[in-house]
């Protein structure tokens, strides 16, 4: 594995890291989430991804990895890793479950540090910009965190260029800068490319691209079909039927064509596409088996690309 500076900041994190938002909860088999979790780390995966409402049920993909950690990482095994939770999606009823209000984001956090069974997380996000609620109050609950030593940094997720920018410059007047950004960035998913990107650079903030595989079409799975062991079947996945249309998946046959002559799989090509970019501190993946962990982690043996590949890659994807 190899390590990135996330931003301008003193953490490193790995090129790949690991997402629990699927496969991880109380629905799913909790010895296939050990075998991933344990072989994400023996090959070098130093950072695990969690949120309140991974599952389902919500909350259970942080109970499962708080057990996980409780069994295989005892001792000082916690400082090899970086952990991080988010808030901002509905966790619970009523009018304080959600959002980005000071009583919601830090009695979040409190409640993710006990489903976890853990003093403090690495990073704490706001999972995503609340309109109506002043970002100086978001923002603060973030340094709170940091400050009351429940969280090491502090991170958003799902802001635009310029809410970036403002959450950026509020936390660096509190004193507690904005470590990294969590943004859906993928060949399917290129928003990020239209300033935000941008941004992240210039104020120095880490950037960790999620759903890089586009939640697993961009891999070899819905080549032939929707199979039944897939994201887009399961009625638990995020992925809808609908966007595995006969339009995406004329770009993905014509996209694995490419990564058969640079000998990747298509989900490798996909990873080292993203990775080429030296902005991209790491590329968050999602994991069903350990087989698809390890095809993913492989991507790293060639992350170069010509500039006819780049071209003939930007072509399909018009
Ligand atoms: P990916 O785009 O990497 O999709 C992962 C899925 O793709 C897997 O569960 C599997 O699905 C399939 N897959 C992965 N590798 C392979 C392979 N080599 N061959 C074939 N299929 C493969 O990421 P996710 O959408 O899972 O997101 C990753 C993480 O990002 C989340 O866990 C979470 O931590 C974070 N995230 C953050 C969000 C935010 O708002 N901040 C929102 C969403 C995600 P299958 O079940 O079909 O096998």
Redesign the pocket.
Known sequence: MKYNRCGKSGLLLPQIS??????FGSVDSFENAVSIVKSAFDKGITHF???NN?GPVPGSAETNFGKILQHNFQGNLRDEIVITT?AGYKMWEGPYGEWGSRKYLLSSLDQSLKRMNLDYVDIF?S??FDPDTPLEETMMALDYAVRSGKALYAGI??YNPEQTREATEILKRLGTPCLIH?V?Y?MFVRNAEEGLLDVLEEKGIGCIA???????L????YLKGIPE????F?PN???QLEEVSEEKVIKIIALNDIAKDRNQ?L??MALAWLLKDNRITS???????V???N??IDSLQNLDFSQEELEKIETILK
Do not use: E, M
Not at 18 to 23: S, Y
Not at 229 to 232: G, I, L, Q, V
């Open positions: 690991l997402g629990l938002w699927h496969n991804d969690l949120a991974y988010k996000y999972h995503r997720s799902n969590q859906k993928s999620f759903s890089p595989l586009a939640q697993g961009l891999t070899d799975k062991n897939s994201r887009a399961n996945g995020h992925l799989s989900a490798q590329v968050l993946i999602g994991a069903s088996s087989a698809q962990l095809n993913n």
